[in-house]
């Protein structure tokens, strides 16, 4: 019995650090991320997945977030604002559950890995980053796979990516290619604007 107990708080400690996490939108220095501000919680649909993480948790269960489609990507719960909660189904843990999710553009699945048209990857080439990595995080990518160049100093670590502003001069995959979850997005931005050809 204490075992379900500690399990139990484990699971409550873990969602209650994903959704502090995934609700703020300030980094530790106390700069605005380049993600749009985020709603408040009382702000968001019923079916935003923060607010199903949060009804888990409430309940005492522990839970798992996954793509409900057959593609396969990795649910961000740095910016879990941008998914809807559409499918549940018991856990691989004992008082756990799993929620299927898509991002909120998309229209909910009838059931798990549910098949749909792989995503072509958007032409950012020419576009200012923050809105770029924006569409980016509302197509389903995940921020953790997007890698930023920014200017000559190579890749930026992942809490300083609010500080690039400019526009995208190349990107990997290729506009149009479709969409992989093994493959990490490559932005190389400009300080300003890209030089001309």
């Known amino acids: ?6 399990g139990r708080s484990v699971a409550s400690i873990l969602a209650v650090t994903a959704l502090s996490v995934s609700c703020s939108n300030h980094s530790p220095d ?5 993600t749009p501000s985020e709603p408040s919680p ?3 649909p019923p079916d935003s997945l923060p607010i199903k993480m949060k009804e888990a948790a409430k309940d005492g269960l522990g839970f798992s977030a996954r793509d409900a489609t057959d593609l396969g990507r990795t649910v961000d719960l740095q910016h879990a604002e941008l998914w809807r909660a559409c499918l549940t189904r018991k856990g691989a843990g004992p008082d756990s559950i799993d929620i299927g999710a898509v991002p909120r553009g998309e229209e909910c699945p009838t059931h798990w890995n549910a098949h749909v048209p792989p ?3 958007p032409d950012l080439i020419g576009k200012d980053f923050e809105k ?3 569409q980016l995080l509302k197509k389903g990518y995940n921020s953790r796979f ?7 100093d190579g890749i930026v670590d992942q809490q300083d990516v609010s500080r690039v502003h400019g526009e995208v001069c190349s990107q990997s995959p290729k506009p149009g290619e479709p969409y992989d979850a093994s493959e990490n997005v490559k932005l190389h931005v400009a300080i300003g604007k890209c030089p001309s050809a």
């Open 30 to 34: 106390d700069t605005a991320s380049a």
């Open 132 to 134: 770029s990595y924006v």
């Open 146 to 152: 997007i890698d930023v160049f920014y200017g000559n």
């Open 119 to 121: 995503l072509k990857t």
């Open 1 to 6: 019995m204490k075992l379900k107990f500690l």
């Open 42 to 44: 009382t702000s968001l």
